[in-house]
C-alpha cells in the first residue's frame, strides 16, 4: 500500500466520519444538559430529505440546508416539547421521532416525485461542490507527482465540501462553549444538578430547550451533507443507522468534544477500508461483500466495548426536572 493510497484512505475517512461527528457533537449539546436524545437518527433521516427536496425544487443546495435544518429543529422542538415541557419518558420520544421520520421521509417522498420513496438525483448548484483549496493539484497524476507534504495538502486537506470543513470548526467551538463560556458552564450544570441551577434563578427548561434545538441544528447539517454533499438525492434508510453510532461514540468520549472527534474519524477509517476492499479473496474462497459492508459496525462496537473503560453519564441525563414549591 503506496503513500497516495493511504491518504485516500484518510480522506474517506473523513468525509464519512463527518454526518457522525455533527450528530456525535449534537448528543453532546443535548445530554450534557440532561436530555438523552435517541432520536438523532429520525432527525438525520428528516433533514437528508427535505435539504435534498427543497434543494431540488429550488435549485439552490443553500436553501436546501435550510430546509433541512428547520426539518430537524421541528423534531427537536417536538421532542422538547414531549420530554421537557411534559417530562415524558425521554428513550419513547426518542424512538417515536426515529418511526415518524422514517415511515414520514418516504410517504411525502413518493407523494412529491414518484420515485419509490427517493428524490431525483441533484445536480449543479443544488449540491455542495468539493473546495480546492489554494496551490492544491487537482487531478491525481499531478498529485502523485507532489512530495509528501504536497500530497498531504491536495489529498487529504484540500476537495472537501464546506460543511465537512465547517464539521471540524464546530468541535474547537463546541469545547469553547462548554468549558469557557457562562452559558456552556451552566449547560453543564443543569445536566448534573438542575435544582441548584434553578435556585440560582436561571430557567432549567430554556437551557434544556436551548440544547436541544442546537443539537437540532447540528443533525440538520449532518441529514443535508449526507444528502446534498456525500450523496446526490435522499433515499429510504439513508442514514443507515449513524444516529445510533453517534451515541455509541459520544459514551466512548465521555461526553468530550475532542474525544468525540477521535471516535468519529476512527469509525469513518473502518468505514473506509470496507468501503474500498470489497470482494477479496481468500484462496479459494472470496469474502462477501456483506461482510466488508458490515465490518466498521462490528470493529467500532469490539473496540468502543474493549477501550470505553468507565463512562459516567451527566447526573441529571434523562430525568425530567420537576421544579420544588
Not at 197 to 204: F, H, L
Request: overall charge positive; proline content about 4%.
Amino acid at each position: 500500500m503506496d503513500f497516495l493510497t493511504i491518504l485516500q484512505i484518510l480522506d474517506s475517512s473523513l468525509r464519512l466520519a463527518t454526518p457522525l461527528l455533527l450528530a456525535c457533537l449534537a448528543g453532546l449539546y443535548s445530554e450534557r444538559a440532561g436530555v438523552f436524545d435517541i432520536g438523532l437518527e429520525g432527525k438525520i433521516l428528516a433533514a437528508a430529505f427535505f435539504s435534498a427536496a427543497i434543494a431540488f425544487t429550488s435549485g439552490s443546495v443553500w436553501i436546501g440546508l435550510l430546509a433541512g435544518i428547520a426539518a430537524s429543529m421541528a423534531l427537536s422542538g417536538l421532542h422538547g416539547l414531549a420530554s421537557i415541557t411534559f417530562r415524558g419518558n425521554q428513550l419513547i420520544s426518542g424512538v417515536a421521532i426515529n418511526f415518524l421520520a422514517a415511515g414520514l421521509t418516504v410517504v411525502i417522498a413518493q407523494t412529491w416525485f414518484q420515485q419509490g420513496g427517493r428524490t431525483p438525483q441533484l445536480s449543479g448548484a443544488a449540491r455542495f461542490d468539493n473546495i480546492v483549496l489554494p496551490g492544491a493539484a487537482s487531478r491525481i497524476r499531478d498529485i502523485a507527482q507532489q512530495g509528501p507534504l504536497g500530497q498531504i495538502y491536495s489529498e487529504l486537506i484540500s476537495g472537501h465540501s464546506i460543511i465537512v470543513y465547517l464539521a471540524l470548526l464546530i468541535v474547537p467551538l463546541t469545547w469553547w462553549v462548554l468549558y469557557r463560556t457562562r452559558f456552556g458552564l451552566r449547560l453543564r450544570a443543569v445536566g448534573e444538578n438542575p435544582a441548584a441551577v434553578d435556585t440560582a434563578g436561571v430557567s432549567v427548561v430554556g437551557l434544556r430547550f436551548a440544547a436541544v434545538l442546537i443539537a437540532g441544528v447540528l443533525c440538520g447539517l449532518a441529514g443535508a451533507y449526507l444528502a446534498t454533499a456525500l450523496n446526490a438525492g435522499f433515499v429510504k434508510d439513508m442514514s443507515a443507522g449513524r444516529g445510533f453510532i453517534a451515541l455509541a461514540a459520544l459514551i466512548f468520549a465521555k461526553w468530550r468534544p475532542w474525544y468525540a472527534l477521535s471516535a468519529c474519524l476512527l469509525f469513518g477509517f473502518f468505514d473506509a477500508v470496507g468501503n474500498r476492499y470489497q470482494n477479496i479473496q481468500l484462496g479459494e474462497f472470496i469474502v462477501p461483500v456483506q461482510f466488508m459492508q458490515a465490518l466498521p459496525y462490528i470493529l467500532v462496537v469490539i473496540v468502543l466495548a474493549g477501550l470505553v473503560g468507565k463512562a459516567i453519564p451527566p447526573r441529571a441525563g434523562g430525568e425530567p426536572y420537576v421544579k420544588e414549591r
